[in-house]
């Protein structure tokens, strides 16, 4: 087992996205990540189901995870957690504020078992204000937090929204480096405490360029007046897409040698900065009209040679291809034993000396690991047999009354 995360301990009850991808990263760093579901798995399973029944969406967010099915409204299965709580660094949670004090497992009953344990909670709102228990997902964040108003169409303002979760995923981001700075405030002092990263904070915080722009006082340059940075896409003769731009004045000459256009480099429309901004539009018009005249493979050979940052703008199937993805890693093959051939994200930090892996797939059921994980954590044949027997705790291979030794 390797990754530089390898001993931390996490009990992880969080479900759907946000949460949950943000101990999927600390669980492809070596974490051992226990994932608790409800009494028919957790709701994430049904979503991104493909005909053979295997959920991408829950393979690339519960991978290097162990499955515990357990029913916490049982006082049983509120006693199998604080057992457990005992052994581990941190509990990571994403239910609606209010729901883990309910159950009796809340940041109190957790640090009387092991003063040291982080609550790491992952919410909508933030714990405090008005609205602080008000539930939320991924396109309330957006739309609370300015990333819709930021996308919105310029015709009519209508707000626009991003797909694939951008909220869930940058706030599951945050939640694991939330959780790691409380694992490094614990390594210096031993204390153990509470940690809430709301969707809502995450994404006024990622914001935070376009927010102190539009909250300054006075305009960011003249009325009317276009950036003067260059950041575009643009059609190839092919049908393919390239994107290529640049945030300093001196790759405009690059830009102009790669796209054989080094005539607008004196052009007293574009030759400095200041004189782009307001003709930003016909220089727009020039250079789509000259790169539909060539395929994108041309294009991006050209502007490489001149050092213009640069790229054919991809589909994931083009990605799965990409042999820059392949030689860093970013993509993750396996055969699985159910679904067979596999593709998933792979891990994008790299570490010279303890490597992050991807060491198992997804469970493919709830609870198959319900057993070996309480048997680690001490609990007896007879003790497993027991919560099985009542169903308190569900999955395979658990033990039955009969099938252990008296005495056991």
């Given at each position: 087992?390797?990754?530089?995360?390898?001993?931390?301990?996490?009990?992880?009850?969080?479900?759907?996205?946000?949460?949950?991808?943000?101990?999927?990263?600390?669980?492809?760093?070596?974490?051992?990540?226990?994932?608790?579901?409800?009494?028919?798995?957790?709701?994430?399973?049904?979503?991104?189901?493909h005909?053979?029944?295997?959920?991408?969406?829950?393979?690339?967010?519960?991978?290097?995870?162990?499955?515990?099915?357990?029913?916490?409204?049982?006082?049983?299965?509120?006693?199998?957690?604080?057992?457990?709580?005992?052994?581990v660094?941190?509990?990571?949670?994403n239910?609606?504020?209010?729901?883990?004090?309910?159950?009796?497992?809340?940041?109190?009953?957790?640090?009387?078992?092991?003063?040291?344990?982080?609550?790491a909670?992952?919410?909508?709102?933030?714990?405090?204000?008005?609205?602080?228990?008000?539930?939320?997902?991924?396109?309330?964040?957006?739309?609370?937090?300015?990333?819709?108003?930021f996308?919105?169409?310029?015709?009519?303002?209508?707000?626009?929204?991003?797909?694939?979760?951008?909220?869930?995923q940058?706030?599951?981001?945050l939640?694991?480096?939330?959780?790691?700075?409380?694992?490094?405030?614990?390594?210096?002092?031993g204390?153990?405490?509470?940690?809430?990263?709301?969707?809502?904070?995450?994404q006024?915080?990622?914001?935070?360029?376009?927010?102190?722009?539009?909250?300054?006082?006075?305009?960011?340059?003249?009325?009317?007046?276009?950036?003067?940075?260059?950041?575009?896409?643009?059609?190839?003769?092919?049908?393919r897409?390239?994107?290529?731009?640049?945030?300093?004045?001196?790759?405009?000459?690059?830009?102009?040698?790669?796209?054989?256009?080094?005539?607008?480099?004196?052009?007293p429309?574009?030759?400095?900065?200041?004189?782009?901004?307001?003709?930003?539009?016909a220089?727009?018009?020039?250079?789509?009209?000259?790169?539909?005249?060539?395929?994108?493979?041309?294009?991006?050979?050209?502007?490489?040679?001149?050092?213009?940052?640069?790229?054919?703008?991809?589909?994931?199937?083009?990605?799965?291809?990409?042999?820059?993805?392949?030689?860093?890693?970013?993509?993750?093959?396996?055969?699985?034993?159910?679904?067979?051939?596999?593709?998933?994200?792979?891990?994008?930090?790299?570490?010279?000396?303890?490597?992050?892996?991807?060491?198992?797939?997804?469970?493919?059921r709830?609870?198959?690991?319900?057993a070996?994980?309480?048997?680690?954590?001490?609990?007896?044949?007879?003790?497993?047999?027991?919560?099985?027997?009542?169903?308190?705790?569900?999955?395979a291979?658990?033990?039955?009354?009969?099938?252990?030794?008296?005495?056991?």
């Amino acid at each position: 087992m390797s990754g530089p995360l390898v001993g931390i301990r996490i009990l992880d009850f969080t479900r759907f996205q946000q949460g949950t991808f943000g101990t999927l990263l600390l669980a492809d760093l070596g974490a051992e990540v226990i994932k608790v579901e409800q009494p028919g798995g957790d709701p994430g399973r049904t979503l991104g189901r493909h005909q053979d029944g295997y959920s991408s969406y829950f393979e690339s967010l519960n991978r290097n995870k162990r499955s515990l099915c357990l029913d916490l409204r049982r006082p049983e299965g509120r006693e199998v957690v604080l057992r457990l709580a005992a052994t581990v660094d941190v509990v990571a949670e994403n239910f609606r504020p209010g729901t883990m004090d309910r159950l009796g497992i809340g940041y109190a009953a957790l640090s009387r078992v092991n003063p040291a344990i982080i609550l790491a909670s992952a919410s909508m709102w933030g714990p405090e204000g008005p609205r602080g228990r008000d539930p939320g997902y991924d396109t309330i964040a957006q739309a609370a937090g300015g990333l819709m108003m930021f996308h919105r169409r310029h015709d009519d303002e209508t707000p626009a929204g991003i797909q694939g979760g951008i909220a869930d995923q940058t706030g599951g981001m945050l939640f694991a480096y939330a959780i790691l700075a409380a694992l490094v405030h614990r390594l210096r002092t031993g204390e153990g405490q509470q940690v809430d990263v709301s969707l809502y904070g995450t994404q006024i915080a990622l914001q935070g360029i376009h927010l102190a722009r539009a909250l300054h006082h006075t305009p960011l340059r003249p009325p009317g007046q276009s950036s003067t940075v260059l950041s575009h896409r643009a059609l190839c003769a092919d049908g393919r897409w390239i994107a290529f731009g640049f945030l300093e004045g001196r790759h405009f000459p690059k830009l102009c040698r790669g796209l054989e256009l080094e005539h607008l480099v004196d052009d007293p429309r574009f030759a400095t900065p200041e004189a782009r901004g307001p003709n930003m539009g016909a220089l727009v018009e020039l250079i789509d009209a000259q790169v539909i005249t060539r395929p994108a493979a041309a294009w991006i050979e050209r502007l490489r040679a001149v050092d213009v940052p640069c790229t054919v703008v991809q589909d994931y199937h083009m990605i799965a291809e990409d042999p820059q993805a392949r030689a860093n890693g970013y993509l993750h093959e396996e055969d699985h034993p159910v679904f067979g051939r596999i593709r998933t994200q792979g891990i994008p930090a790299r570490f010279s000396k303890t490597p992050g892996a991807v060491r198992r797939h997804a469970p493919v059921r709830p609870g198959d690991h319900s057993a070996e994980i309480l048997r680690e954590a001490g609990f007896s044949e007879a003790e497993i047999a027991a919560l099985a027997a009542t169903g308190v705790v569900q999955g395979a291979a658990l033990p039955t009354a009969g099938s252990f030794a008296a005495g056991s």
